[in-house]
């Protein structure tokens, strides 16, 4: 492909409007060629300024506009297996927002399709797995110089929960990063988990489980320990440490400017992701952009989205019974290696 | 009292020879008059140019040698008990090394012994309360400032574990610390305890279960995570978060001397808790002697040690379980406000 | 303009090669369409796998190639006049890698033609301009919350100097950066400039005077002092502390990835300016295009190239002869606002 | 010696009334027997609660006092001289705030009458040498694992400076704590002195020039810049870097608590010397009793003292003149080493 890869962009919200802006600003090689919210007015709103860009309310409309070779999912998740279902049909590649589907039996629809298809056309936005401190851990990780994983020690930290947030979405929507970034990190599938709850706090809302410590036992005998913290009130905060047999490497206090005043000396935490991951969410697109040119998927796979999806519905069963829970996965498609 | 107060220390192993000569040295205020230990030979190595300190091999006669007006005891843990009641018998203040005793049971003994005494004689060796960070910490809780303590990420790691540690020693000696400075830093008690253990690090002695994630819950409904690793490799390593309501607090990653040189920027990790602790034993010893001229005892009481006690046994039977197991404290006797 | 901007690449050295690897790669709207070098197998190998793009053996033939919309000027510094004054006289953007020209004379030449033109199409090569740091840094002075800057402190050190580098060029080639970096900070010119030679490093090449202590004083009565160390023998490191009537602000020191193992807690240092500023430079070649399409310069100017080269010789001269040397601008004209 | 040292307190202001607490409290083997102060009732509320020492209007009186052993100065610098010759004369080891006089000829005499004496009995209050991170960066430059020191880069602040400061004692008093420290962690004299003058802050009193940037060159060829700013308004922070041909060396930003709540990540910044240094002060003393009770004195010396004195003046010159000043030693006595 010589010239710019056509993309149509599913959802023109928060995350939708965020991408249609990377692509064609700070990711080249792509440009948006279609836009498709019911909200119609909204999507115009997130392509003023572009012209040529055709804005449609059904996206399956989008997907037959002219010059489209690629999708970028970020409509609700409710929309996902269908938009996903009609890029395998079409051979178009696609790059879905997490999570794959709203749960582990349409996720594993989709996996299903694209394992009869025989390639990978799909990859989850999974970003973490392009941040540069992450990457650095995997590689370092990968190297065997510190050793085995025993244990992985996470932090994640929200400002404040977006309204209807419940107390298993502190699971399935935002533990399930941490989910993806365990299984990629140490390479392994996560195989039981247990949730404790102390009392909330007051700066969550009423009948809001929060914060949660969530644990996960792996197939490699690692223990996974993430703090979920959705009300902390200060910051976005997202940690990580992994503790080896011959040492540790701990990411995610990156640090940038320190302000001596009046008070202490000071760092500033960012206060939201799209901040935070500004250029992991570059590099993922980048790299799909790049994959997508070649007609092809790569990065986290669909497998990795139904995955997710089953470890988080056993986290809410964990969470609802006060147990541990062990996690049970199809058998994986020879596709995801 | 005008003059430097006279102290007996039983057993001259590791410990006790560094209080010997802390003693004298950066304490002031008292003076060893008397030291036991079955063993006279390293007793006399350890009182080395110390004219006029008498060894004995039987800790009783120590404490009745002339000028003893307190006792610090720092033999090993079995010979703990009949020490602490040999001292309250005599109204001498004691300041006992950690475990108070090996067990609950004469843990118990102990307590009640004081209680029918009516005042606090015994201290008992938990250090980190008087380390400069940990203080800043309980007095930044203490404050309400950041709010309610939600709660605790604790990593303790040591270099390589003496021999004969055995798995529950894990959480009897080593987490038997973060179960104290957990009970002090939040002012309750723990109610449960779960055991998670990751796959065996191959730097750990064959058929040792290190490390190990302990968890603890609290009555005021914190919970309490603590990663021990008693084969870390690389380091003397206390490290604790408290996240509360309004904001997080982190004591332990104290940075000292920073050196960049080829392979990055380096600092220096202490390698025993000796170096890491050299401050806090100083003014625990000092805050001990301060308290005992004036014929009482402060700081952690005879029931802290008795609460740990009770912990690290409900610890060792989650830890050969594999269950939450609940922690069940006797009553607890006034003179322990 | 709708399509990507057409640039021609003069030089196909380290930094012009890497240009042309970023234009089309991480920086989109652009697409590199002339690449000259009079080693035209070096220029041949850098576009490799670009089929489409012409290569030149000299500069001159590039910025008439067909399809050249602007130019980015990676030749040896000695080339830079003519190339400038050719984009000016074609009226293309350009990109200029710093210094401007070999010196001041040369440097007022080409601010003068630009100025004549009456519109700016010169950007100069100040990269860290555009790196977060010293973006954050720069907003956080402009904001005034410290007050007035009273001092910086600048560090800059390379792990070794390339061959012939001589001790004058510590200060033109290394601390120009240094250089427009204090008068961008500050919004002021430098009037005096003083250096002290510590005794050479062992590690230093015979005869290099290395390190420095650069020393200016500007217009606004601050004073800026810069070690340059250029064969520090662990790493490319850039740091500055920005000291101010209320408060200090410190960047460079940013942390990424802390590994403990043993020999104590360490984080790596980069070893050069590519991967240091890798997404500065991305910025920087971003912000131009976008300028360039626009048919216009923003950015670090050629009145900043001059300016440089004319603190940078004073240095020299203060270097040579170990005195206060003061800094004489020429006027500056109006289009530099 | 089998007793507590006997001292006598000169001056029972903020540094005396802090020494008397020291002494008999943080530090051992010593007492505390006379006190001597003009306002006598400012003596008689230093040692309140201690019975038995004797309070005198006049310095030599309680020199004279009975069980004096040994003299700590920390009266007004004008009456250093009369002390520490009466201190001499009488055989009594000294420990002597800085400065050690007010100027470098009365110091040079003090210097002479112990050489004449031929034993050294006086100390030199520079407590930097006994803080934990100056011992630890002077034992990594003297171990060469660095190689040759380079460069000395250190930051001296103050929140405020007390009624009366001038211009020179930004010199004089504040920045001879860095005189001395450079002059001890190289090993080398002092040679030169520089001194550039940004700007007053707005927030110094009328006339005071501060901040400064004093620059001195040593006897082996080291650069040394010393950022004095004793109204910085934010903290008292010493901190220094040691550059050196393999690496470099920093101490200073020693890091406790980090408290993570909204507006960032922070921590505290020490308000005042006597807490950032209270450890080293208590190393101070209590190396000196240790020296006293053999009947002699170790660390810095008088001839350290009056090396910081002459430096000093030549530093007060450089400031009024803005040139370099040279600096010119008396003989350095063989006592002295």
């Known amino acids: 492909m010589s010239g710019a890869l056509g993309v149509a962009v599913l959802g023109a919200g928060h995350m939708g409007a965020d991408h249609i802006r990377r692509i064609g600003g700070t990711v080249g090689g792509a440009r948006v060629v279609a836009v498709a919210d019911p909200d119609t007015a909204r999507a115009e709103a997130a392509v003023a300024g572009r012209p040529g ?23 609700p998740e409710a929309a996902h297996e269908e938009a996903l279902l009609a890029a395998c049909a079409r051979g178009l590649p696609a790059l879905c927002e997490k999570p794959l589907t709203p749960g582990s039996a ?6 299903e399709a694209e394992a009869r298809l025989g390639r990978r056309l799909i990859q989850v936005g999974f970003m973490r797995r392009y941040d540069a401190e992450y990457a650095a851990l995997k590689s370092l990780l990968d190297s065997g110089r510190l050793g085995r994983p025993l244990m992985l020690h996470c932090r994640h930290r929200n400002v404040s929960s977006p309204p209807h947030f419940t107390s298993s979405m502190l699971i399935s929507s935002s ?46 005998g690692a223990v996974v320990d993430v703090e979920i913290f959705v009300n902390c009130g200060f910051g976005y905060e ?96 020879a596709l995801y290696g």
């Not at 995955?307 to 986290?315: I, L």
């Open 53 to 75: 860009v055709r804005v449609h309310g059904d996206a399956l409309a989008a997907l037959d506009a002219p010059g489209v070779e690629a999708v970028l999912v970020a409509s």
């Open 106 to 111: 349409s996720a594993l629809r989709v996996v």
């Open 175 to 220: 533990v399930s990063h941490e989910i993806d970034a365990a299984r990629w990190l140490l390479g392994q599938e996560i195989t039981a988990v247990t949730v404790l709850r102390p009392a909330p706090s007051s700066g969550a809302p009423e009948g809001l489980l929060d914060p949660q410590l969530v644990l996960f036992e792996t197939s490699g």
């Open 238 to 333: 997202v940690r990580c440490e992994a503790v080896c047999e011959h040492g540790s490497a701990q990411v995610g206090d990156a640090r940038a400017m320190v302000v001596r005043s009046a008070g202490g000396a000071r760092e500033e935490v960012p206060q939201d992701y799209l901040v935070r991951f500004a250029d992991a969410y570059d590099r993922e697109v980048r790299a799909w952009v790049a994959a997508a040119r070649r007609g092809r998927a790569e990065g986290p796979s669909a497998w990795d989205g139904y995955a997710a999806a089953v470890v988080a519905e056993a986290g809410g069963a964990a969470l609802r019974d006060g147990r541990r829970t062990e996690v049970a996965l199809e058998r994986r498609p």
